[in-house]
């Protein structure tokens, strides 16, 4: 059964960049779809998507079975846990299961 | 893109049944064969419940049932029990190939 461990928490200063990675285990065979979605404190889910894209950048390294998210001139208001989670139908992106555990990155000055 | 619309709470007593709204737009939920509900407990990641309105993941209990109508989405959990208190976030595939989420339905079990 796939499973998604993300790295660790992070604080970062505004105007600086961040990299959350998402390591698949438990899966033996590919491709996936790795999306990502963050939820401010206390707030309710977004999906990091076409708005982020001037400041986002997504990869995956297919030989470890990981993916990046790369948010870069961070401000306050990215602070926020950034969850992965793997879609499914044919978009890649109908429905999410299962997700990362999540990785809180915080910016501040 | 707008969140879909969520009321902020519900709450009912155990064995009660609730349901939990999810209006969108023409671009999305009424447009969409693609709306997921999740559940969040505090500090836990999002589990999905169900997706496409009829597809529940095995593990799931069949207490937790979703329907559509037109722009509107709904979740309606039944037998209501303390272990479902928790928050509700809809989703729906948006035909500008994105996702939108709601603003998420906060449970209390009285």
């Known amino acids: 059964q796939l499973q998604l461990v993300q790295s660790g928490a992070q604080v970062k200063k505004p105007g600086a960049s961040v990299k959350v990675s998402c390591k698949a285990l438990?899966?033996?065979?590919?491709?996936?779809?790795i999306n990502w979605v963050r939820q401010a404190p206390g707030q309710g889910l977004e999906w990091i998507g076409g708005?982020?894209?001037?400041?986002v950048t997504m990869t995956t390294d297919t030989s470890t079975r990981t993916a990046y998210l790369e948010l870069r001139s961070l401000t306050s208001d990215d602070t926020a846990t950034y969850y992965c989670a793997e879609g499914s139908g044919l978009s890649g992106r109908h429905w999410f299961d299962p997700w990362g555990q999540g990785t809180p990155v915080t910016v501040s000055s | 893109q707008s969140a879909l619309t969520q009321p902020a709470s519900v709450s009912g007593s155990p064995g009660q049944a609730i349901t939990i709204s999810c209006t969108g737009t023409?671009?999305?939920?009424?447009?969409?064969?693609?709306v997921s509900w999740y559940q969040q407990h505090p500090g836990k990641a999002p589990k999905l419940l169900n997706h496409g309105v009829r597809n529940r993941p095995s593990g799931v209990s069949d207490r937790f049932s979703a329907s559509k109508s037109g722009n509107t989405a709904s979740l309606t959990i039944s037998g209501l029990q303390p272990e479902d208190e928790a928050a509700y976030f809809c989703a729906s595939y948006t035909r500008r190939n994105t996702v939108v989420f709601g603003g998420g339905t906060k449970l209390t079990v009285l």
């Open positions: 708005k982020f894209h001037d400041r």
């Open positions: 438990g899966y033996t065979s590919g491709p996936y779809n």
């Open positions: 023409s671009t999305d939920i009424d447009d969409s064969d693609y």
